[in-house]
């Protein structure tokens, strides 16, 4: 290879990076303003018009970038959402919780715990002591049944209801007197959870313990896991179990956000 050829291959690779670059930019400045003009973009990247013309037809016909028939706009388009919802499949409901977790527990005093759908049983998969916290109680890896915890309630309210009804058909175990068992019980109180938006479960899998649960959503919007918030009857009263349910879901909301949910 000749030396003019040589510069000739480090200019064209200097240039796709740089058109990769101005790309990459493109992508964020629509998802900045929502929307913006051609003129726009190139005031942005402070290029020619015809350059960022060029730029945006290439992420148009990737499904990267679509057009405003009426305004002649550009503006995200689907092709970013499957990007994010690949992105957002490998995220790790574990990794992403344990800072949030820890956070709660500290803020509250109290046992915190991330739970997910395992077949029949929720399955804890996370948890963080608050300083309140009198019991060592580890959850971590332990199964408990759907319908006599606040995790369990939260992800048995949101399963399709085909399976839903398939896992309510079944004989459901009491655990103590306060265990609702009855079918009609159990729906009334799924139809609760999502109005409400959480779930609790008081003194319904073990005496004295009591715990209130919100919904962990995907990017796409399936309930994937539980939080929730657990302590003792005598210390989660009727009064406080309604301020740790808003901030449950409050926290439970904003670590859906990490998960891609809302974007």
Avoid at 88 to 108: H, T
């Amino acid at each position: 290879m000749t030396g003019k050829q040589k510069r000739a291959a480090t200019n064209g690779s200097v240039s796709a990076v740089q058109s990769v670059d101005r790309a990459v930019s493109v992508l964020e400045i629509l998802a900045r303003h929502g929307e913006a003009a051609v003129s726009e973009i190139a005031d942005e990247l402070d290029v020619h018009r015809s350059t960022a013309f060029r730029l945006l037809g290439v992420l148009e016909n990737r499904g990267l970038v679509s057009q405003s028939a009426d305004r002649g706009k550009y503006y995200l388009g689907a092709g970013v959402l499957r990007l994010a919802g690949a992105a957002a499949v490998r995220l790790d409901i574990s990794q992403e919780g344990a800072p949030v977790c820890r956070d709660l527990a500290d803020e509250l005093g109290e046992t915190v715990n991330i739970a997910v759908l395992d077949d029949d049983a929720a399955v804890n998969i996370m948890q963080a002591r608050g300083s309140a916290a009198v019991t060592a109680q580890n959850w971590l890896g332990r199964r408990t049944p759907l319908h006599a915890t606040s995790s369990g309630k939260v992800l048995l309210a949101h399963l399709p209801q085909a399976l839903r009804e398939g896992l309510l058909a079944r004989t459901l175990p009491r655990f103590t007197e306060h265990t609702v068992t009855g079918t009609v019980q159990v729906r009334a109180e799924l139809e609760a959870v999502i109005e409400d938006g959480y779930a609790r479960a008081l003194e319904e899998l073990e005496i004295g313990l009591t715990a209130v649960a919100a919904p962990v959503r995907a990017h796409d919007g399936k309930v994937i896991g539980a939080l929730s918030v657990s302590g003792p009857v005598y210390r989660l009263t009727e009064d406080r179990l309604d301020e740790l349910a808003k901030r449950t879901v409050e926290v439970a909301d904003d670590l859906s956000r990490r998960m891609g949910y809302g974007f």
